[in-house]
């Protein structure tokens, strides 16, 4: 599929074109195979309307908004789409430093603590960082809070999925467990949030549930979500993986 989109924006009202022009393509990343694409153009016309966006008072939020955008954008490409450790660690950073200038810019945005987290985590875990593990140290814990408070059901109730994530790597299956299940009433669809919720349910000793939350996922295309597709179709991937170890009498591997 061809999306046509326009020239380099210029200054003024332009950088609104270029912002909706990098929405679309950002969207189109969840069409198979167009996924690094996709993303590549999305961050040139945020960058675009970044350019063209007056720096004067009032456009605030406009500001803090692209850099969220160019935050996730940046994070995701490195995440999903590359290979080299040296392009997905500098995304990672892009994602990090894109979020620190939202939340100077804005501190009650949410959805950019939470991409801070993510991104922050993602760079220390590529690392090699030590401790309980590089998506967990040095305040990302307090990010994903923020963000809670701020904008729980950010990216598909994203905190939660996460607190779920580090409340089970310090061995907090309670804590654990409610932010999974918070995630999953937020957006069951969103396969993330069953899988994250499939792996505590294992470590509780729930295994025929964590077994159900699974075959849940298998049970629906990557579609469910429009808007998800790409990050959908991940899970599917993981998640045939750890069945194919369960299924094999294994201890099952876990994304």
């Known amino acids: 599929m061809f999306i046509s989109i326009s020239a380099?924006?210029?200054?003024?009202?332009?950088?609104?074109?270029?912002?909706?022009?990098?929405?679309?393509?950002?969207?189109?990343?969840n069409h198979e195979g167009e996924e690094a694409t996709s993303i590549q153009g999305a961050i040139t016309k945020y960058q675009e309307a970044l350019a063209g966006v007056p720096k004067d008072k009032g456009n605030e939020?406009?500001?803090?908004?692209?850099?969220?955008?160019?935050?996730r954008a940046n994070f995701e490409l490195a995440y999903y789409c590359l290979s080299d450790d040296d392009k997905v660690l500098q995304g990672y950073k892009d994602g990090i430093d894109y979020a620190d200038k939202a939340i100077d810019i804005n501190d009650k945005n949410g959805e950019a603590y939470f991409w801070r987290g993510v991104s922050t985590g993602s760079y220390r875990d590529k690392k090699k960082v030590s401790g309980v593990g590089g998506l967990f140290g040095g305040g990302i814990k307090k990010d994903f809070?923020?963000?809670?408070?701020?904008?729980e059901k950010c990216d598909y109730g994203g905190p939660h999925r996460f607190m779920a994530e580090f409340h089970l790597a310090t061995d907090d299956t309670e804590d654990a467990s409610i932010h999974a299940h918070l995630a999953v009433e937020i957006a069951p669809n969103y396969f993330y949030n069953q899988y994250v919720l499939a792996k505590v349910l294992w470590a509780l000793g729930q295994k025929s549930q964590a077994i159900e939350r699974l075959q849940y996922i298998l049970s629906k295309g990557p579609d469910v979500i429009p808007d998800a597709a790409m990050e959908n179709r991940a899970i599917i991937k993981a998640t045939k993986s750890t069945l194919e170890d369960i299924?094999?009498?294994?201890?099952?591997r876990w994304e």
């Open 61 to 71: 939020k406009a500001l803090s908004d692209i850099y969220l955008r160019l935050s």
């Open 247 to 252: 299924n094999n009498k294994k201890e099952p």
């Open 145 to 151: 809070q923020r963000a809670i408070r701020l904008d």
């Open 8 to 29: 380099t924006c210029t200054y003024g009202a332009d950088w609104r074109q270029c912002q909706e022009e990098g929405d679309k393509l950002f969207a189109h990343r």
